[in-house]
């Protein structure tokens, strides 16, 4: 998957207990991934809530 960007999204943020970007990071250990472009989320589709800022991500992602 060399390359391949991930997107990681924590949907649910408007739980409460729900966890934040530096939560999701942490536990899925994405800052151990070198080979390729990482963005991790907290969204909430329910409010609508960083939905723009994950899109705005998706139009500016360049794959080789």
Known sequence: ???????????????EGSLQEKG?????DLNSIKDRTVA???ISCKNNVNIENVMKWLSNIKTK
């Open 1 to 15: 998957m060399e390359g391949v960007p991930l997107l990681v999204l924590g949907n649910k943020n408007d739980i």
């Open 24 to 28: 999701l990071i942490e536990a899925m």
């Open 40 to 42: 991790c989320y907290s």
